[in-house]
């Protein structure tokens, strides 16, 4: 073993900001180590599994390079193709696939020779990781949801139940360590999944960039009025993209009890669409909503700003949890939150939030005419040194500490084993 203990944070591909609130986590943090003074024994460094454009770090960046090739499919079992037992097409498709398979292979065994020389001790995963690898890692944990919500599509169906199934048996189970956003998540994934709760390390959520903008007061008038049409303090605000769990459905039914008695007020439904979204456009327009509902699609940090400093609250009835970051966002900025009653936002939000039943839109309606009928009010204010960037880093600094001494339990010839 060296002296300095190398990690090599994986720096994936498939992160872009209409991804939603994991890119934002996934930014920040980065961005985060990038920028933070770890203690001298522990060495960050980016690492990519494949060759593409750098990124500007600070910190040093290495990128995998493999360059062999798919040998071309030539030739063929003729005695096979002249009997035209199986096409030709056929043929050559399996050919294609046990060459994959194989270039598949040479490339995982090279991967892991180069993270050998390249001297990383642990391969640690932003966002929830791959333990394809025959390599010590850490992963990251965000939520059980094909267990702890209901069996919607996008976490039960079309194969994701199977799919992260294989995250849990596969990664999670096989990590060094995995990291947590709260201790709701951790007795979540000990709950369902029994994994040792030794194993599990909390890295607190936390807002992303969104809340350190600085936009004046008459800049964000201009967004709201020009962009969406609106007015200060006459909407209520919900940004998630269109999956199913994340129950706009519910809160529709809701908003049509507030807009019966408050006609003029609207709700802003930011967000890119997961297959949801025209069955709920069919949904607003049986509930005789289309003029007091903007579906104005992803839109950008400023204006989601802008809209939060000056929506009447943000209304988020989720039915996923445990932990959620625009809550986290909102309550930075300073706008009211009504959110569902999950023990993970009981524990980032305090009492700063309005908690309901997400399934009861009478419920979450009295909560919505309350916030709108004591806008007047002082705004309450939001104290919370636990759930920030600063903190997550220390404990991310404090947790590979220890893995460090685990870790450094054995050398580099765990091939052997």
Known sequence: MHNRFRIGVVIAENYRPEVGGGFGYYESLVNAIDNYEFNPLLEFVFIRFSETTTPPFRKEFIQFKFNETIAPVKHYNKRIAQLKIIPISIITKLLVKKYENRIHLVKKSKLEEWLVQQKIDLVYHIAPGSGELNFPFVTTHWDIGHYSTFAFPEVSMNGTFE?????????????????????????????????????????????GKLVHLEISPREQQSIIENQFSLKKGNYFLYPAQFWSHKNHYNLLLAFKKVNDIYAHLKLVLPGSDKGNLDYIKEVIVNLDLGSSVLLPGFISNEALYSLNKNAIAMVMPTLLGPTNMPLLEAAYLGCPVITSSFDGHKEILGDYATYVDPLDEKVIAEAMIQKYETREVARNVFKNDTNKIETAIKAIEKHFLKLRKIRNTWGYNFHQY
């Open 163 to 207: 799919g992260r199934e294989k995250l849990y048996s596969e990664v999670h189970k096989k990590a060094l360590a995995v990291f947590c956003e709260s201790e709701s998540g951790k007795k979540e994934l000990f709950q369902y999944k029994q994994i040792n709760a030794e194993r599990i390390f909390i890295v607190p959520l936390f807002p």
